[in-house]
Every structure is written in C-alpha cells, then in structure tokens.
C-alpha cells in the first residue's frame, strides 16, 4: 500500500500482539496461507522477532507481535488501524467525542507514532500514518 494513496480514516494495518508470536504465526500461516515477514526488534534488553505475514509480495495481511517494548500493554486480539494525517487531532476529537485512549507510542521527536483508543461504546481501534 503506497501511503501516498491513503486517505484520512481509510482502514491501513490490522495487528496482533501475543506473548508467543512466533508460535502463533504458524496457526495463521495454515489457516490463510499467510507468508511470514520477520521483523527485527528490540526493546533494550535483548533482541526479538515480530512477524508481518502476506500474502504475497505485494499484499501485506498484517502483524502478529510481541507483548513487550512498544506494544507492551495491547490487548491480545486483532486491532485495526485506520489512517489518520494528524495523530493529534484525531486523537482530541475521538476523546472530545467519549473515546478513550488506551496506549499511545510517540517518535524520538515526541510525535505520535500511532494511538489504540476505544470509541463512545467500548470498541477497540487504532489510528496512525506509519507506513
């Protein structure tokens, strides 16, 4: 997906954070004939491995994840992130409007990388522009 083509509030991503991904990632494979993207991380106190997973080279089906460094504290169930162009914004009008916040992730510079928040009736989803 060319983030150049993304329009504000256009559904982008879709993850899964889990305490064993690597385990689980073979349960998606087998069930959609995902391929699997390991994705280098670390949260400081040693090196791990999360996981894209495709379809293709061309067509990304999502993340699975750890439950550690910035995704520590998500809930273990698909969570879908709609693109938003201001984090900011989106995130004082979901709240303004009786969202909740549950985890943000912000860049070295302070900015936001993405938000989870609940909408007025408890549903779960996340906004950001990463890409």
Known sequence: MDKKQL???QFYWT???VDDPGALKDFYKEVFG???IPVAMADGAEPYTDY???IDTQTHGG???HNRGSN???PPQW???FYVEDIAQSLATCLAKGGRLLKESRKKDGSYNYVIVTDPQGSVFG???MY
């Open 79 to 81: 969570i879908t992130y």
């Open 72 to 74: 520590k504290g998500i």
């Open 34 to 36: 995902w391929q699997e």
């Open 7 to 9: 329009k504000n509030g």
């Open 52 to 54: 894209g997973m495709a």
């Open 127 to 129: 906004m950001g522009n």
């Open 63 to 65: 993340g699975i994840c």
């Open 15 to 17: 993850d899964l954070t």
